[in-house]
């Protein structure tokens, strides 16, 4: 009988990976709140959830139809589950990130990050008690 850790561990490692991902996501964006014409962005759990689950690794595929296109490997993409964000009151310089708001998400996908985190090291913790058969 072999031990499938993607079975065993369900969705738990993705979630964890995608807050890891949407925490720099988030921090870069507090971090360019005063640069001009910056614009917010934030993944989308659900979008990037359904590509998991529907086992597609790339959902988007790009072809260069002429030679100097730059390729594409590498850049997280609207496919993925990347979206540019609509503030609730635009400033005058362009820039869409509103510091509280941002700080406020943050402080939410932490909060998501460490109940993942929780989630897992259970799985873990009930994997551990199996193989020693306790």
Known sequence: MS?????????????L???????????NNIANADTPNY????LD???VLEAQQSGADQPFQATRTHARHLQVEGFIDQA?????RTPHQPSIDGNTV?????????????IDFQASFTFLNSKFKGLM?????D
């Open 3 to 15: 031990l499938s850790f993607d079975r065993a561990l369900g969705l738990h490692e993705k979630a």
């Open 17 to 27: 990976a995608f807050r890891a991902d949407r925490a720099a996501v988030l921090a």
């Open 39 to 42: 614009q917010a962005r934030d």
């Open 45 to 47: 759990f659900a979008s």
């Open 80 to 84: 993925a589950g990347l979206r540019y």
């Open 98 to 110: 509103e510091v509280q708001a941002e700080q406020a998400r943050y402080a939410e996908n932490a």
């Open 129 to 133: 008690t199996a193989l020693r058969g």
